[in-house]
T-cell receptor
Framework: AQSVTQLDSQVPVFEEAPVELRCNYSSSVSVYLFWYVQYPNQGLQLLLKYLSGSTLVESINGFEAEFNKSQTSFHLRKPSVHISDTAEYFC??????????FGTGTSLTVIP | DAGITQSPRHKVTETGTPVTLRCHQTENHRYMYWYRQDPGHGLRLIHYSYGVKDTDKGEVSDGYSVSRSKTEDFLLTLESATSSQTSVYFCAILSRDDEQYFGPGTRLTVT
């Protein structure tokens, strides 16, 4: 079975500062890893994913995440956040069995 | 946008009444999912389907049933709604690239 831990439930950060949202997973099989973003009163949107290949993956709006197999982590980072990045972020793991397991989410608040 | 719609978008119902939520997709995806989202719990899988008439339980399936008689529709039924089922319900599909795409959600309140 798989599980996902997001240790930080809330992360406040000043505008233009860097941010890291932490995600650790447990799995006995090879996994696919995902980050989703949810803006207020909306559904979840895929932000980025790791399926195979390069362990560093990037999104179109400046976020990146690195798959670290030895530490079973997939932390999300951005070097400079904007007000518009304020949202809930969810890490998810799929064990190729077509079932997804989600973390409890991290609420990112960007402070002007 | 993976062509996923959910209906209704909002519903208030009384304890003990049956409720059916509908998820509709337009792109012929095989896998469909129902999740509920609650503060502090993230998203939890209720049921999923891997084809017409093929469904399986998720981690929080008690009190819920599902049906899939057509590829495009996945129905979630609360046979007798309880206040603990007040939540936001999301439907999702699995794309051919092994990504999940979500519908806009249904906010259900059980009074």
């Amino acid at each position: 079975a798989q599980s996902v831990t997001q240790l930080d439930s809330q992360v406040p950060v000043f505008e233009e500062a860097p941010v890291e949202l932490r995600c650790n997973y447990s799995s006995s099989v090879s996994v696919y890893l995902f980050w989703y973003v949810q803006y207020p009163n909306q559904g979840l949107q895929l932000l980025l994913k790791y399926l195979s290949g390069s362990t560093l993956v990037e999104s179109i709006n400046g976020f990146e995440a690195e798959f670290n197999k030895s530490q079973t982590s997939f932390h999300l980072r951005k070097p400079s956040v904007h007000i518009s990045d304020t949202a809930e972020y969810f890490c998810a793991v799929s064990g190729r069995g077509n079932q997804f397991y989600f973390g409890t989410g991290t609420s990112l608040t960007v402070i002007p | 946008d993976a062509g996923i719609t959910q209906s209704p978008r909002h519903k208030v119902t009384e304890t003990g009444t049956p409720v059916t939520l509908r998820c509709h997709q337009t792109e012929n995806h095989r896998y469909m999912y129902w999740y509920r989202q609650d503060p502090g719990h993230g998203l939890r899988l209720i049921h999923y389907s891997y084809g017409v008439k093929d469904t399986d339980k998720g981690e929080v399936s008690d009190g819920y049933s599902v049906s899939r008689s057509k590829t495009e529709d996945f129905l979630l039924t609360l046979e007798s709604a309880t206040s603990s089922q007040t939540s936001v319900y999301f439907c999702a599909i699995l794309s051919r690239d092994d990504e999940q795409y979500f519908g806009p959600g249904t906010r259900l309140t059980v009074t």
